[in-house]
């Protein structure tokens, strides 16, 4: 590996060394961090991101259980199963693993879930608080925060800084947007429907490309010395691959993730913060 790689399981493991500790901490309190994972149906692609999750939970010693139901479940069913886990106080993060089937309503799903329990941050009421502020950010969505924290990690001043992100999903583009905002970054954001988003990239100080389109981003659409973060994860002959040309990419940036080893770890690192924080509010003092 090159030197200018931003490496997301080093940064990751310091995160889940960290947390670790906090979960000894609630465990002496009689406190076992709990998180439930719900999987319709038996995609390799979630099963695969629910095994990192898993992993990160043994290492961390938060309890993981999975709740696994059959593909043809309805919307109704669904919401009374997290109603019930709601009510749980064993319980302390839900997370509903993404996509659901399309008979199910995902967002009425994810409404349902206790925002006190809402681990993946993707309840209205948790985004409007980090809409607000990066003071008022508590469970946030991981990938954007896993993005934050990789930054700082590896000393990158946000401030004054020149950001373009390509897509603007609910859970990457949109929540990262604000995140730097609100850290007083200037922020491009651009999707499907944007003409010549190398006019947008090549004057970017960091790029980030959520997309989900492999090798998108080459070479000629950053600029030199640019910070580069590539979120996007697809299957291409069965390797999993980026959405930055990266082996052309990174000779030109300053710093680059690569994929695999990237932004991945950090989402898991900063699920398991959420579990460890949702635990901690949720436990009377
Ligand atoms: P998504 O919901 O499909 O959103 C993709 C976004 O990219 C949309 O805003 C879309 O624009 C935009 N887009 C698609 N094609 C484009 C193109 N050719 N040019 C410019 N913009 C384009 O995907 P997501 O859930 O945000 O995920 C994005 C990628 O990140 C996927 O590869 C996913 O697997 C990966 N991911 C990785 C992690 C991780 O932890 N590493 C976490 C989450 C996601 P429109 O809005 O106009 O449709």
Redesign the pocket.
Known sequence: MTSNILDGRLVSDSILKEVSREVKALVKAKVLPKLVIILVGDSPASLSYIKQKRLASKKTGINCIQKVLDKNVTTEDLISIIEKLNKDKTVHGILVQLPLPEHVNANIVIRAIDPMKDVDGFQAYNLGKMFLSAKFECLSPC?PRGIIKMLEYYKVGIAGKSVTI????N???KPLAIMLMNRDATVTV?????AH?EDYTRDADIVVA????PK?ITADMVKKGAIVID????KVDNKLTG?VDFEKVSKKASLITPVPGG??PM?VACLMENVVRAAKRLTPK
């Open positions: 990938t390509v897509g603007r999903s859970i990457v583009g651009c999707h499907s429907k944007t988003i959520a997309a989900g389109r998108m979120v996007g994860t697809t959405d932004v991945g989402t």
